[in-house]
């Protein structure tokens, strides 16, 4: 069996047979990590998503995805209030919590806004939204909101490089 030198690169196009190539190239964009929160009947409900980015300065615009294969769809699907999390490099464990349990910041300190959305202390930035937008995109939702109140703080991102957690130091 010949190895292949790590330093060359693997080609390939993407297909059925080759999902799992793809999503290890998909993974070698570092990115910083967010956790959605949003309200309903059965309590507050959270998801990890990395796919979040900036839209528009004005109006204030933000995106992110959802995948509509995900159990958690239906509570994001239609959701006009939501709040996203830029988590800090301390909260690897409440991501972690809110990846295997959607209601697991019902555990954690939480306040809830005046319209009735979960947020999450302590991290780098939170965006409370309203929904403005949603674009079907393959397996995934994109939604897109318009940033009703913002909050920030001075630390170090929680990343996400290579299925790995991390964090960037200045």
Not at 38 to 62: Q, R
Not at 106 to 130: M, Q, S, Y
Not at 158 to 169: E, I, M, N, Q, V
Request: glycine share 8%; proline share 6%; with cysteine.
């Amino acid at each position: 069996m010949t190895m292949q030198d790590p330093n060359q690169p693997t080609t390939f196009s993407p297909d059925a047979e080759t999902s799992r190539m793809l999503r290890n190239a998909f993974g070698k964009f570092a990115t910083g990590v967010t956790v959605v929160t949003v309200p309903s009947a059965d309590g507050p409900v959270a998801i990890v998503a990395n796919s979040f980015s900036s839209v528009s300065l004005d109006p204030a615009l933000v995106l992110w995805s959802v995948d509509r294969a995900a159990r958690r769809f239906p509570y994001f699907e239609d959701a006009d209030q939501y709040a996203i999390h830029v988590l800090a490099a301390e909260q690897g464990d409440l991501c972690s919590q809110v990846a295997r349990d959607a209601h697991a910041i019902k555990g954690l300190p939480f306040t809830l806004n005046a319209d009735g959305v979960p947020l999450i202390d302590h991290c780098l930035a939170r965006f409370e939204c309203r929904r403005v937008a949603a674009h079907g995109a393959g397996d995934h939702v994109i939604i897109v909101g318009q940033v009703q109140r913002t909050e920030m703080r001075d630390g170090d991102p929680l990343t996400f490089f290579a299925g790995d957690f991390g964090k960037l130091t200045r």
